[in-house]
Nanobody, 125 residues
Framework: VQLQASGGGLVQAGGSLRLSCAAS????????VAWFRQAPGKEREFVAA????????YYTDSVKGRFTISRDDAKSTVYLQMNSLEPEDTAVYYC???????????????????WGRGTQVTVSS
């Protein structure tokens, strides 16, 4: 299984970025897909996820209304549209997939078996 994340970069506060994560080697449509992020000196934290069972999305409170997770099963790709970016959003962003996790674990990094290498997002003030 390989996950290739892209789309990070440097943006001013208030700007937008769209991250992409292309997957191969697994049945993507059966996967729960998620984004996590890790800022320097901090633990990896949950950002957003799409549940495999019905497509319901989940977000951490700090990004609700600003970020949108979506997927294109035909392309085996998950996206994270990030609007109204803030300096506090600066981090390395990781995509993650899993086919067997339970819904109550959707926000837990340890529940995901497959990870991309991360893409840096830097928001300047």
């Amino acid at each position: 299984v390989q996950l290739q994340a892209s789309g990070g970069g440097l943006v001013q506060a208030g700007g937008s970025l769209r991250l992409s994560c292309a997957a191969s080697g697994l049945t993507f449509r059966r996967s729960t897909v998620a984004w996590f992020r890790q800022a320097p000196g901090k633990e990896r934290e949950f950002v957003a996820a799409l549940w495999r069972g019905g497509g319901h999305s989940y977000y951490t409170d700090s990004v609700k209304g600003r970020f949108t997770i979506s997927r294109d099963d035909a392309k085996s790709t998950v996206y994270l549209q990030m609007n109204s970016l803030e300096p506090e959003d600066t981090a390395v962003y990781y995509c993650a997939l899993d086919n067997t996790l339970i819904l109550s674990s959707i926000g837990s990094a340890s529940a995901y078996d497959y990870w991309g290498r991360g893409t840096q997002v830097t928001v300047s003030s």
